[in-house]
């Protein structure tokens, strides 16, 4: 909020090259944000495609997970007013990849109740597969 009262007052003096750089400064962070939640929604949907793989199985639960997070993704992800998307699909494999030691090990403490590691269900899962069908759900 501080940075739209900085900003009318640069507009109001006439300092506009003041104003687009905070106008640069508040895109950056508008998008750091979209990212980050984008990389939580795609920690999330990972932790349950390795969970249906590593188990050969789904519920219900991890179904609908995996709907409203593929949903959360595309809602943030969408441009409004232009159309199109903040993040192409190698900058969203990217994410995806990022996150998927971290979902991996939080995966590990859900699935087969706990019993192994993360290295040990990484055996279980083809990580390379699991990133492409993300991918895939999310660009449905």
């Known amino acids: 909020m501080e940075e739209l009262l900085e900003l009318r007052q640069f507009l109001e003096q006439g300092k ?18 979209k990212i980050n939640k984008i ?7 990972l932790i349950h495609l390795i969970k249906q793989k590593a188990e ?17 993704i595309n809602k943030i992800n969408k441009r409004r007013k232009s159309g199109g998307f903040y993040l192409n699909q190698a900058e ?15 995966a590990a403490l859900e699935a087969f109740e706990g019993r192994y590691e993360a290295q040990e269900l990484a055996e279980m899962v083809d990580q390379q597969e699991t990133l492409a069908e993300a991918l895939e ?3 449905q």
């Open 16 to 33: 506009i090259h003041e104003a687009l750089l905070l106008v640069d400064e508040l895109e950056e962070m508008s998008l750091s944000d």
């Open 92 to 106: 969203l494999m990217d994410i995806l990849q990022q996150g998927y030691q971290v979902a991996l090990k939080r």
């Open 56 to 72: 050969k199985r789904s519920t219900r639960s991890w179904d609908v997970s995996i709907e409203n997070t593929v949903r959360e």
């Open 39 to 45: 990389d939580s929604y795609g920690v999330i949907l």
């Open 137 to 139: 759900l999310i660009q």
